[in-house]
């Protein structure tokens, strides 16, 4: 009799276990399909922040989880009405982004401008209904609305360019993707340098330059600055991760140098931005403090 029961049990467990075993087949491909279906969403409905493959972001569309393959750097992507001689500070500048590819329905992209360090200007959409804002007006990105096409795609936008000079290089960068159904897809990065207008009055690339020392530091910044007539008004520290970490508008002036005290700062890469009535500086800097 006990032996008959515990064959019962044993009966029982193995019966549990082969259901266990059947849900699990049954339910992994479903959680496949939604995890698919996730980043599918995420994807037609725009995409995050930071994807546009800059200098400052690093990565594009085919790095966030949802994308695969090669980037394929090309050029012809980005058009704007920026005229030869340069941007002028605070105008505004039609952009045009394109993608043409054979066999494809759905497409995709994120635009920033900006230099090495961070994005510089603004974007204003013209279209809130295939467009939008990633977060803030220094990314742009597409709306379902924005998506489909025949083979090609277009979208169109204003660029802000930054209320003061900018002395290091500015480019626009975009990152799309195309394909069918987010099948077959094919991700693209391309860039567009942009030049300050030399022929502006007030101090462009070439004039006499800010200096900062000393770099590696430690516990304080000295920053010369060279005009006397173009005071600055604030100084900002970035860490690596582009967070801002320190901010002044009440500087110790000692003749045309600035002082910044960093004593609480950890040791690493910052990057300090100077911003004075005529234009903006930005300087790479190394955190030796231990």
């Known amino acids: 009799m006990r032996s008959h029961r515990l064959f019962r049990r044993l009966r029982r467990i193995h019966i549990t276990r082969g259901r266990v075993r059947m849900l699990m087949v049954l339910l992994f491909p479903l959680l496949g399909i939604g995890m698919y279906l996730h980043y599918l969403h995420a994807s037609i409905h725009g995409v995050p922040p930071g994807y546009?493959?800059?200098?400052?972001?690093?990565?594009?569309?085919?790095?966030?989880?949802?994308?695969?393959?090669?980037?394929?750097?090309?050029?012809?992507?980005?058009?704007?009405?920026?005229?030869p001689l340069g941007y002028n500070p605070a105008d505004t500048y039609?952009?045009?982004?394109?993608?043409?590819?054979?066999?494809?329905?759905i497409f995709g992209f994120q635009v920033t401008a900006g230099d090495d360090f961070f994005p510089q200007g603004r974007f204003l959409i013209t279209d809130n209904t295939e467009m939008q804002y990633a977060l803030s007006e220094e990314y742009v990105t597409h709306r379902p609305a924005g998506t489909s096409g025949n083979n090609e795609r277009t979208w169109q936008m204003q660029w802000v360019a930054p209320?003061?000079?900018?002395i290091s290089p500015i480019a626009i960068y975009v990152?799309?993707?195309?394909?069918?159904?987010?099948?077959?897809e094919e991700s693209f990065m391309s860039y567009l340098p942009l030049q300050l207008n030399q022929s502006m009055p007030g101090p462009v690339?070439?004039?006499?330059?800010?200096?900062?020392?000393?770099?590696?530091?430690?516990?304080?910044?000295?920053?010369?600055?060279?005009d006397a007539n173009d005071p600055v008004l604030s100084m900002v520290l970035y860490n690596a991760?582009?967070?801002?970490?320190?901010?002044?508008?009440?500087?110790?002036?000692?003749?045309?140098?600035?002082?910044?005290d960093t004593g609480l700062l950890s040791s690493g890469v910052y990057y300090l931005q100077v911003t004075s009535t005529k234009r903006s500086f930005r300087q790479k800097l190394l955190n030796v403090n231990l």
């Open 52 to 83: 546009t493959g800059s200098p400052y972001d690093g990565v594009t569309c085919a790095t966030m989880g949802c994308h695969t393959g090669t980037v394929q750097h090309v050029t012809g992507l980005i058009q704007t009405d920026v005229p």
């Open 94 to 105: 039609n952009i045009t982004l394109s993608i043409s590819r054979p066999n494809t329905s």
């Open 163 to 166: 209320d003061y000079p900018i």
């Open 175 to 184: 990152s799309m993707v195309a394909g069918t159904f987010l099948v077959d």
């Open 205 to 226: 690339a070439g004039s006499e330059q800010p200096e900062v020392y000393p770099n590696p530091f430690t516990h304080r910044i000295v920053v010369r600055w060279p």
């Open 241 to 260: 991760a582009g967070n801002r970490v320190y901010a002044t508008e009440t500087l110790t002036r000692q003749g045309n140098e600035y002082i910044v």
